[in-house]
Each structure stands twice: as structure tokens, then as C-alpha cells.
């Protein structure tokens, strides 16, 4: 596994969650690395997934226009002033310099809501990602740098009741279910109930109960 974390400016900005070059994480198969412009038309393509429009609150039409603008102001802009940290989620196979083609996009993935050593992850990836395992990568990516590089104690994970496939890749990945808050999520006009789950920096990156589903 490679997690490459910059020794950039996060210590001058102020927090560890304020950075300018965006770490790479890889397990050899699967790069959580830096949003590209290649990126766009599957971001696209993700953000206008029906699943994905289910149980996210990405923007209704979702256009290339859109996702450029995602790419190139709004994901540096937060992980300049530390409110999230978004990456895109890639194949590693088709990463290498020599292959020439852009890499492909499977979806992507983020730290947001940090709070006294604690953060929520979210991600979202495409129907031909989804089932692959891609997404346990990342998590699992993700969970080793928050946990060994931004030192958190806690990662939380929110899902909308009824989203048992996230529920259930929080379950693999060893978050605990905590219970379910009323009406504590907006969703396309609507209060929704949340499903809250979370895991501790020292505890098993592995199921802790029989599968409830
Ligand atoms: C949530 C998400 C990242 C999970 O990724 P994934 O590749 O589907 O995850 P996995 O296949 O590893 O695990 C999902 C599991 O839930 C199961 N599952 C999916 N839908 C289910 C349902 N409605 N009921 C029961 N189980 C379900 C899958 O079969 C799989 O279990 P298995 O590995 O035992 O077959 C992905 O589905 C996704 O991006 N969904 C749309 C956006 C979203 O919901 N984001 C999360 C917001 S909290």
C-alpha cells in the first residue's frame, strides 16, 4: 500500500485539514488520488447515477459545466480552508504514465465535518464500480490515512435509513451502528431519518456482529 502525504503547507496553513496538494493514496489496485480534468464526464456520468441521486444530495441536471467547476474551484477551495477533502477514485491499472489513456474514473470519496479528532466520510461511485469492491478500497484507504496521518480518533458514517448497501460496506469495514436520528438529514426537499455508524482509530477493520440485514 502507498500513502503518499505531501509534506506541504498544512503545518503553516494552520490545521491538518487545510492542505493545497492533495495526498495519494493506493493500494495497487485501486488510487484514491487528486480530482483531474479526465475526471469530468464520470463525474458526470456518477452524479446522474439514479443510486447515486437516491441517497446523495449531489445537484439535479448534473452537466459538465457543473463537474469542471467541481474539479477545478470547489474541491481545491475546500481543501484549502479545511471544510472536506475530496478525492476521485481510480483504477490503478490504467494510472500508469505509459498507458496513455486518462485513468477511469469509479467514483469518489471524502473526509468532511471535522470536529475534535473526528470526521465523516461520504463517497458515491458509479453502477460499474459499484459491486466490485472498489469502494471497500477506498474506504479502507481512506481509513488509514485518517486514522495513522490525520490522527483522528473517530470516523463517522452517515447513511439515509434504507441505504442498506452503504450500511452494509460501513458493517465489512468494521463501523458500529450506533442507532438512527429522526429527521436529521435533508434530502431533495425532505426530512429524512439517519442511519449513524462509527469507528474508533484502535478497533477491527472487520465486522463486529453477524450481518443484520
Ligand atoms: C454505498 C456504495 C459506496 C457502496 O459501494 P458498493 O460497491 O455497492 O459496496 P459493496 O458491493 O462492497 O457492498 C455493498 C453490499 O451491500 C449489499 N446491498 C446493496 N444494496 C442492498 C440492499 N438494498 N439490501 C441489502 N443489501 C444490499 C450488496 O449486495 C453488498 O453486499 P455483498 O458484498 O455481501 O454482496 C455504493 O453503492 C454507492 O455509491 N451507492 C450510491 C451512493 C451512496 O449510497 N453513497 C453512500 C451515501 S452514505
Given at each position: 500500500?502507498?500513502?503518499?502525504?505531501?509534506?506541504?503547507?498544512?503545518?503553516?496553513?494552520?490545521?491538518?485539514?487545510?492542505?493545497?496538494?492533495?495526498?495519494?493514496?493506493?493500494?495497487?489496485?485501486?488510487?484514491?488520488?487528486?480530482?483531474?480534468?479526465?475526471?469530468?464526464?464520470?463525474?458526470?456520468?456518477?452524479?446522474?447515477?439514479?443510486?447515486?441521486?437516491?441517497?446523495?444530495?449531489?445537484?439535479?441536471?448534473?452537466?459538465?459545466?457543473?463537474?469542471?467547476?467541481?474539479?477545478?474551484?470547489?474541491?481545491?477551495?475546500?481543501?484549502?480552508?479545511?471544510?472536506?477533502?475530496?478525492?476521485?477514485v481510480v483504477a490503478t491499472t490504467e494510472t500508469a504514465?505509459?498507458?496513455?489513456?486518462?485513468?477511469?474514473?469509479?467514483?469518489?470519496?471524502?473526509?468532511?465535518?471535522?470536529?475534535?479528532?473526528?470526521?465523516?466520510?461520504?463517497?458515491?461511485?458509479?453502477?460499474?464500480?459499484?459491486?466490485?469492491?472498489?469502494?471497500?478500497?477506498?474506504?479502507?484507504?481512506?481509513?488509514?490515512?485518517?486514522?495513522?496521518?490525520?490522527?483522528?480518533?473517530?470516523?463517522?458514517?452517515?447513511?439515509?435509513?434504507?441505504?442498506w448497501g452503504s450500511r452494509k460496506l460501513a458493517w465489512?469495514?468494521?463501523?458500529?451502528?450506533?442507532?438512527?436520528?429522526?429527521?436529521?438529514?435533508?434530502?431533495?426537499?425532505?426530512?429524512?431519518?439517519?442511519?449513524?455508524?462509527?469507528?474508533?482509530?484502535?478497533?477491527?477493520?472487520?465486522?463486529?456482529?453477524?450481518?443484520?440485514?
Amino acid at each position: 500500500m502507498t500513502i503518499r502525504v505531501p509534506d506541504d503547507d498544512h503545518a503553516r496553513a494552520g490545521s491538518a485539514h487545510q492542505r493545497s496538494v492533495v495526498p495519494l493514496l493506493s493500494d495497487g489496485l485501486v488510487t484514491v488520488r487528486a480530482f483531474q480534468e479526465s475526471d469530468a464526464a464520470g463525474l458526470v456520468a456518477v452524479c446522474r447515477d439514479e443510486e447515486v441521486r437516491r441517497w446523495t444530495n449531489v445537484p439535479d441536471d448534473y452537466t459538465l459545466d457543473m463537474a469542471r467547476r467541481h474539479i477545478h474551484q470547489v474541491v481545491p477551495g475546500w481543501w484549502r480552508d479545511g471544510t472536506k477533502q475530496v478525492w476521485a477514485v481510480v483504477a490503478t491499472t490504467e494510472t500508469a504514465a505509459e498507458s496513455g489513456s486518462p485513468s477511469k474514473y469509479l467514483g469518489s470519496i471524502n473526509l468532511h465535518a471535522f470536529a475534535f479528532g473526528r470526521a465523516e466520510i461520504g463517497l458515491a461511485f458509479g453502477a460499474e464500480a459499484r459491486g466490485t469492491g472498489a469502494a471497500e478500497r477506498a474506504v479502507r484507504l481512506i481509513l488509514d490515512y485518517a486514522f495513522d496521518h490525520l490522527n483522528l480518533e473517530y470516523v463517522a458514517w452517515r447513511a439515509i435509513t434504507g441505504n442498506w448497501g452503504s450500511r452494509k460496506l460501513a458493517w465489512k469495514c468494521g463501523f458500529a451502528f450506533d442507532g438512527e436520528l429522526r429527521g436529521a438529514a435533508e434530502h431533495r426537499g425532505e426530512l429524512r431519518n439517519v442511519w449513524c455508524l462509527s469507528l474508533q482509530r484502535d478497533e477491527p477493520r472487520s465486522p463486529r456482529e453477524p450481518w443484520v440485514g
